[in-house]
């Protein structure tokens, strides 16, 4: 039998994290799979290393960023070169993650083109298309067009059943964020003197909160805001450590230079690479974000987490961990922070401990077990290459 040739489409951050245990899974079936890793450039620096940490080698690079992109020239340049790209290898299927442009454009080709569309990530819904924007929009694309929906909960395949997509093309697979985080942890916390040298704040035992934040609907008021309430956090706790890797998204470097640039235990960083900033979450007594991600990694790592957004699509994560929905008031920041921090004290690993570490051990969490990038290889060889 011929073997299942999918193209893997990524673009940013997150997708990098979340596609390179599928990447893996199809190279560990190098018999039965041939795939092909495309970057689309979405995000030019924070992807690469990602996959160069999990030794990933893509096969190609559309490099369409520019710098302060608007969505449209975005799409338009993704739509162009996706398809250039499908209708040069014509790949069995094509695979994508998420809910950004890149999942977007790959989702509208592999229709255009009549090849099937695997979802990872598949079925995450706030309801409000303006929430977040313009994810909520892109994962509904996705949505219509796949024909495999990898749903990493059985609240997300919900989702996808109420839209009435039929039961046979979905399977909850789990989140692969959660084989990302397997795959890294002990790495890391192996590492940790080199990444105590890197970080000499962090030696002793104060607490650190450890803060991102880069959603388009918080640009303007909400990230001043943010903003705000770091500063008011930073001063109400003089002994906490306050770590900001800051988005490269000019939109929120901005207003975080200017706002929180020249305070004592306020540490404005460049992105983290994925094993650091593994590495910080595993050290944080608490985690601030708007990151969809990041809230899967707390949950996993059962680490308090502050969400600065009024919704979320993961509403495991309000059962599966100390998980705080304030939106970017500055009053419920500082009171929902303060009030977590005033608890773990000097407990520098929040509430999550596990013996003599110090520290949660991942088995698994609502998010998935570790396995789930070989149950969507598996799905695919069974349903694609099953028709070829
Ligand atoms: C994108 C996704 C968002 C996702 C986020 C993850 C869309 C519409 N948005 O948002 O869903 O949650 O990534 O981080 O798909 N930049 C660089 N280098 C990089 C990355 C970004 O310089 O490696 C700068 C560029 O100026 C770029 C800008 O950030 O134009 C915005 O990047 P873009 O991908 O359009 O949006 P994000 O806010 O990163
Ligand atoms: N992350 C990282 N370095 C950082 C901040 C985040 O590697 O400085 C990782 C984090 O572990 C998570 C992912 O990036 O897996 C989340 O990406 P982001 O917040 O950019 O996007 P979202 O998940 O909101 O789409």
Known sequence: MDKLRPLLILGTRPEAIKMAPVILACQARADAVQPLVCLSGQHRHMARPILDYFSITPDLDLDVMAENQTLASLTAKLVTALDQLVTEHSPDCLVAQGDTATVMTAAMIAFYRHVPFVHVEAGLRTGNLQAPWPEEFNRRVAGIVASLHCAPTAGAAENLRREGVPDAQISVTGNTVVDALRMTIERERANSAA???????????????LITAHRRENFGGGMENICQAILQLS?????????????????VRQPVNKLLGNQANVALLEPAAYPEFVWLMDRA????????GVQEEAASLDKPVVVMRETTERPEVLDATECYLVGSSVERIVDTVSSVLERVGTDVTGKATDGDSGSAIIHSSLFGDGHAAERITDWMLKRIAGTK
């Open 195 to 209: 990444w105590t040298k890197r970080h000499p704040n962090l030696a002793g035992a104060a607490p650190m909160c």
């Open 235 to 251: 001063a109400r706790f003089p002994e906490a450590q306050f770590l900001y890797p800051v988005h490269l998204n000019p939109n």
């Open 285 to 292: 007594s608490v985690l601030l974000t708007d990151s969809g």
